[in-house]
């Protein structure tokens, strides 16, 4: 759970940017942060030109996160900067001087904050807010962040979205018609087993029209919908990947519509199990999780996120953070993934779910690529890659597991330096240049992605409504359009 820490009092921020020569390390720097003359980690970031002189205004700097270890009073944060870079401070005036050395001293006067930490094992680290700042050479307009995240500040009232956030929703529009004209036709029949079943979603479309409108009869239409899907997952065709897909959407139905106290206990007791339960490819949701770096692991983690999630399991949930921690690239965090062809990797030696920032090869740019996804269309090649689906499909996962676990106090959303939207802006990158990479988004049942990845960073990534339902979530055009939403 992460706690605010109480104030330390009035403090001096000083922020130390030191440039270092092109021929050591090619437009990276090295920045020391220290809040109260307490010494600070060193931090790596890739900026843009120095500012030209004089003094930059800034307007938002987040509340520090106190580093594994060290002093509450210092932080080390990665920043991007160029010219007319915005940062900030609460409470005070914040300026960027361009020393004629090389230097660029950052200061700013502020009143102390709670700074945010972690309550769990000693190997989790705790999150570390990702600071927007404007640079030359940020991606384009369509990927560019227009807000901040907010740092974690504790589990929130519902595991996807709570019943007040949806009673705020509009009663109007295209998304609602499409979200109302689903909830109010069949489910068809509740299969774990069946990886292309959509009926998880269509109980989820109940659920969330129950909770808008207070029908009493899409929520006994939910129930039994998730009651009937308890024990699917048995039969030795039954895969991990199916139940993946699956379970996330049964689970933020039950918690929006509410089980009765017989059926919840009986729910809880099947769904403490089924986490574990090996299935017919002798994979458990937990395993496939672990193992596997791919949409099969990404759509297990996410339904492994829901389930201990709604059963209040803080330590699996710790562990479920480890490990998408480690696949988004903090291999410090968790390694264990078995990969495949690792030519997509920035650093095969090192391999990571998602690419590092700034990563890239033969010259050309492959931050943000989803590599042991990227494979499975063909090698690396400098050239247009061979397209596949399932960069696409691997963020259905990635989403619902980040949202889930954001809302349960974790920095999933900024972890490795925004890497869920550095995956995005990979795809609709490589869409502009070789044609065919967004249309999963945009056509297909991917169509939910941009909704909630734009709701999280303020990007502008092309998003279409009514928005198709995916295999694991769906709706998001609905709940989660920052124009009837705002972002918490």
């Given amino acids: 759970m992460v706690q605010p820490r109480p104030s330390v009092g009035p403090l001096r921020l000083a922020v130390v940017v030191a440039w270092l020569s092109p021929a050591v390390a090619a437009g990276q720097a090295t920045i020391d942060v220290a809040r109260g003359g307490a010494p600070a980690a060193v931090a790596q970031a890739s900026p843009g030109s120095p500012p030209a002189g004089g003094f930059a ?3 938002s700097l987040p509340p520090s996160a106190t580093p594994a270890g060290g002093d509450p009073r210092s ?7 160029g010219e007319g870079a915005r940062l900030g401070c609460p409470g005070g005036t ?6 004629s050395s090389g230097r660029v001293d950052v200061t700013c006067d502020a009143a102390a904050v709670p700074t945010p930490t972690t309550v769990g094992g000693p190997t989790d680290p705790p999150p570390t807010p990702v600071p927007t700042v404007a640079s030359p ?6 990927a560019a962040p227009t807000s901040p995240i907010a740092p974690p500040t504790g589990p929130s009232a519902g595991l996807w979205i709570s019943v007040d956030e949806v009673r705020r929703l509009p009663m109007s529009g295209a998304a609602w018609t499409a979200l109302r004209a689903a909830a109010d036709g069949g489910t068809g029949t509740p299969s774990l087993c069946d990886q292309n079943s959509d009926s998880n979603v269509l109980v989820l479309a109940k659920a969330l029209v129950y909770a808008r409108t207070g029908e009493e009869r899409y929520r006994t239409d939910v129930r039994r919908g998730v009651m009937a899907a308890m024990g699917t997952e048995s039969g030795g065709n039954c895969r991990s990947l199916a139940l993946g897909r699956e379970l996330a959407a049964y689970v933020v139905a039950a918690d929006l519509v509410g089980l009765t106290a017989a059926e919840d206990t009986t729910f809880r007791g099947w769904l403490t199990g089924v986490r574990t339960k090996r299935l017919g490819d002798s994979r458990s949701l937990t395993s496939c999780h672990e193992d596997r770096p791919n949409n099969w692991g990404t759509m297990c983690g996410a339904s492994r996120a829901a389930a201990s999630a709604y059963l209040g399991d803080r330590a699996d949930l710790d562990r479920t953070a480890r490990v998408f921690k480690g696949y988004v690239g903090d291999r410090t965090s968790y390694a264990g993934f078995a990969y495949g062809d690792t030519s997509w990797q920035g650093d095969p030696s090192q391999p990571r779910g998602i690419n590092a920032a700034g990563a890239a090869k033969q010259g050309v740019s492959i931050d943000g690529a989803i590599p042991d996804d990227m494979r499975r269309g063909a090698g690396f090649t400098t050239g247009c890659p061979s397209h596949t689906g399932y960069p696409w499909e691997a963020l259905q996962g990635v989403v619902v597991q980040a949202e889930i676990l954001h809302r349960q106090g974790f920095d999933a959303w900024g972890w490795e330096q925004q890497a869920v939207r550095r995956a995005l802006t990979y795809l609709y990158n490589l869409d502009a240049r070789c044609g065919g990479w967004a249309s999963e988004a945009t056509s297909g049942d991917d169509k939910f992605i941009p909704w909630i990845v734009n709701h999280v960073y303020g990007t502008r990534f092309a998003a279409t409504s009514p928005a198709q339902t995916g295999k694991i979530m769906g709706w998001t055009d609905w709940t989660h ?3 009837t939403r705002d972002r918490p």
């Fill in 57 to 59: 205004e800034a307007t």
């Fill in 94 to 99: 914040l300026r960027i001087a361009h020393q």
């Fill in 481 to 483: 359009d920052r124009a």
């Fill in 137 to 142: 050479s940020a991606p384009p307009p369509t």
């Fill in 75 to 81: 932080t080390t944060m990665p920043l991007a900067l």
